[in-house]
């Protein structure tokens, strides 16, 4: 039951993930990522993968603190972006190690300091650059602990990824947004 229910939140996570990626506004797209990690975050817990579960929980927060300090004004706003930043890469790293059981979970870290840098990003072509190789690599992971819904969710989103990056950011090589 439990493969079933993590297979359904995969699923979800794709709808919101295509979605979200094609946002013009960098808003959005956080918005569609903090839903997207919780969804991804059941997933991976439902599967036995707590590095990919603890990856995708702190990713959520993350998300949410970042798009409250997108408020403030521009100097206030990277003074505290670049705090959460290290605070939070240290905190993927530490909680790597902490949950580490097989060389997938290294996969979970790199995209996990991925995530600290396109979400760092002030305008969402300059996200979707970023989460191109991130997808890529999470593609890698799915198919090493067996998230079979988590491959389409990351891989439909990569090719949403594309799409968006032609269509929105062509004109601007990846300043768009």
Same mark, same amino acid.
């Given at each position: ?62 998300? *949410? =603190? ?6 403030? $004004?521009? @100097?206030?706003?990277?003074?505290? /972006?670049? #705090?959460? !930043? ?26 996990? *300091? =991925? ?6 990003? $002030?305008? @969402?072509?300059?996200?979707?650059? /970023?989460? #191109?190789? !991130? ?26 990824? *594309? =799409? ?14």
């Amino acid at each position: 039951m439990a493969f079933l229910i993590a297979q359904i939140a995969g699923g979800l996570s794709t709808v919101t993930a295509l979605l979200c990626v094609q946002a013009k506004e960098a808003k959005m797209i956080l918005l569609g990522q903090f839903v997207c990690n919780i969804l991804s975050a059941a997933c991976y817990g439902l599967l036995g993968s707590f590095s990919g579960a603890w990856v995708c929980i702190l990713a959520a927060v993350q998300t *949410l =603190l970042i798009s409250l300090v997108n408020r403030n $004004e521009p @100097a206030r706003r990277q003074k505290q /972006v670049r #705090i959460i !930043s290290v605070l939070f890469s240290a905190a993927y790293i530490l909680g790597t190690v902490w949950t580490y059981s097989s060389w997938p979970d290294v996969i979970t870290c790199i995209c996990a *300091l =991925l995530f600290v840098i396109t979400i760092s990003q $002030e305008k @969402a072509g300059q996200m979707r650059s /970023v989460m #191109i190789l !991130s997808m890529s690599l999470w593609i890698v992971f799915d198919i090493a602990v067996g998230a079979y819904a988590s491959i389409l969710t990351h891989g439909s989103t990569l090719a949403s990824l *594309l =799409l968006a990056r032609f269509r929105l950011d062509r004109t601007s090589c990846g300043t768009a947004g």
